[in-house]
């Protein structure tokens, strides 16, 4: 085998089918085997993105018939590569974390075998060259992040997953009549090889239609406003490493990668359509911090603010879509995109610990209840610790790195004359800060007698929410033009030149 990036699916698939079996022999097998995994593609995924590794791998070597490319291809370029980082880190932050927190729960090997499967799906999808894979891969993921929302069995688990599916279901739908009518049109199914077809199409009312079809099956992937609805119960439902993953990492995977690679990477953008998702982005972020002002219930608030955090990403790259299909200055659109990856980065990063520091208070005290607790700070001083960090992270507080992602997104769109929009990002970011405030103090301060005797959570927990908080610091180092030339300008180039992913995939 030429390539190994292969393995990113392989392995975490093999793993989950091997949990049932092996993991009837000892309990430790499952715990042990999912942080291991995901630390080797950690390391793997890492390498690969310090040296701007480009790969492309023809699965079974099904080699193109006259041109047409038959063959399953898995095309590992400068963005995926940074989205497979996000999926490996937090995987192994959370597989950890779950070591001691999902002991509360029965069936640990079949947690263990989802939440691996959940990975090989996001994988699959990140590196899938053809649209009918990628929605194989797609399936896999979220059937498998069904199951975990389910996972506790309890009444309110069950419901919230059942709309999750409902809702799904029709993004699915809607994603295949898209991917349907793209193949009845092109009559191929590989995304470069469509984008060189779809360069000399002149049928634009079928592909603002398929488009808009697209939009609206991976934005309820994504949980962008107005397809959000499924949200709130799914990630207040879940276990909260299940949480942490859904809105850290499965909704960019599934929802933000997919729109962004298929409408830079496959179709000829227009302004109208890049308008859409500018205004979708906006939406996004007004509306999500104003349902999370109100919410008592810290996972529900943080499945709010995903939604939020989420439109400023969509911002980022709706203004540089924006930029490009008016054919302005390139550099504007570089930078907005650049903020839009770095923001997709850092909110894996913060919001991901969020979510771990809202289980780590519900795995001491056994309730969400925002109402219901207070004086954590003393006794918990890891958690609170890494819970302030955190928030001052995503309300843009320097010199924690939602600050520079978030000015980065807000020059950019001042520099585009989206002055509206770079007013109202600045307006959300002061209204996070404030429910964020209320968070801290309600949780972590005042005093509660009821909570004297609470212990800090042990130590696998302890160890991700302590690397986690050290990243959204750390992080603040990818502003440094050296750093962001190696790690995020390559995205940003591989996103704004077509040409670059068709010559990969096709000249392969």
């Known amino acids: 085998m030429d390539s190994l990036i292969p393995l990113f699916v392989i392995i975490p698939l093999a793993t989950a089918f091997l949990i049932p079996i092996i993991g009837k022999l000892t309990i430790y097998f499952a715990k042990t085997i999912t942080p291991v995994v995901l630390l080797i593609l950690c390391f793997y995924s890492i390498t690969l993105l310090l040296s701007n590794s480009k790969e492309t791998y023809i699965v079974g070597g099904w080699q193109p018939v006259e041109d047409i490319p038959i063959g399953i291809y898995l095309v590992l370029d400068s963005f995926s590569i940074l989205i497979l980082c996000i999926i490996s880190i937090i995987g192994f ?23 691996c499967l959940m990975i090989a799906g996001m994988n699959g999808v990140v590196l899938s060259g053809d649209i009918f894979n990628l929605f194989v891969f797609l399936e896999i993921s979220v059937i ?21 599916q409902v809702l799904g279901n029709i993004a699915s739908f809607l994603i295949l009549l898209s991917i349907s009518l793209l193949y009845w049109q092109t009559k191929t199914l590989n995304i470069a090889d469509i984008s060189e077809v779809l360069q000399t199409s002149d049928d634009s009312a079928f592909l603002k239609f398929t488009q808009v079809l697209l939009i609206s099956g991976f934005g309820l992937k994504a949980a962008i406003i107005p397809f959000h609805a499924w949200i709130p119960d799914a ?14 990492v499965l909704i960019k995977a599934v ?20 308008m859409v998702i500018t205004v979708l982005g906006t939406l996004s972020m007004i509306i999500g911090a104003l349902l999370a002002i109100n919410q008592s219930d810290i996972k529900r608030l943080l499945a709010y603010s995903s939604i939020s955090q989420i439109g400023y990403i ?39 610990l969020l979510f771990l520091c809202a289980g780590a208070v519900e795995y001491r005290t056994n309730t969400r209840d925002m109402g219901q607790l207070g004086g954590l700070a003393e006794n918990m001083p890891i958690t609170s610790t890494s819970s302030l960090g955190a928030s001052l992270s995503i309300s843009g507080i320097p010199p924690f ?26 307006v959300v970011s002061i209204i996070t800060l404030a429910y964020f405030l209320k968070f801290q103090k309600r949780v972590f301060y005042g005093v509660n007698k009821n909570y004297k005797n609470v212990k800090e959570v042990p130590f696998a927990m ?43 995939v096709i000249q392969y």
């Open 93 to 115: 932050l959370v597989s950890f974390y779950s070591f001691e927190y999902i002991s509360y729960y029965t069936s640990e090997n079949n947690f263990y075998a989802l939440f």
């Open 144 to 164: 498998a992040s069904y199951a975990l929302v389910a996972f506790g069995v309890g009444k309110n688990e069950l419901e919230a997953s059942f709309k999750y």
């Open 235 to 248: 990630h207040s439902s879940a276990p909260s490493p299940v949480s942490a993953m859904l809105s850290g």
């Open 255 to 274: 929802g933000v990668y997919v729109i962004i690679r298929l409408f830079f990477n496959m179709f000829v953008f227009t302004h109208e359509i890049a």
């Open 314 to 352: 969509i911002i980022g790259f709706g203004i540089g879509m924006v930029v490009l299909s008016k054919g302005g200055k390139v550099s504007i659109a570089v930078l907005a995109i650049a903020g839009a990856l770095f923001h997709m980065v850092n909110h894996a990063v913060f919001k991901g």
């Open 401 to 426: 790195n939602g600050f520079f992602s978030k000015l980065i997104i807000i020059i950019a769109a001042v520099q585009a004359r989206f002055y509206l929009v770079a007013f109202l990002a600045v």
């Open 462 to 504: 302890s160890f991700s929410m302590i690397v986690l908080v050290v990243l959204c610091l750390g992080l603040s180092i990818l502003v440094i033009p050296s750093i962001r030339e190696l790690i995020l300008d390559p995205a940003v180039n591989t996103l704004i030149n077509m040409d670059q992913y068709i010559n990969q």
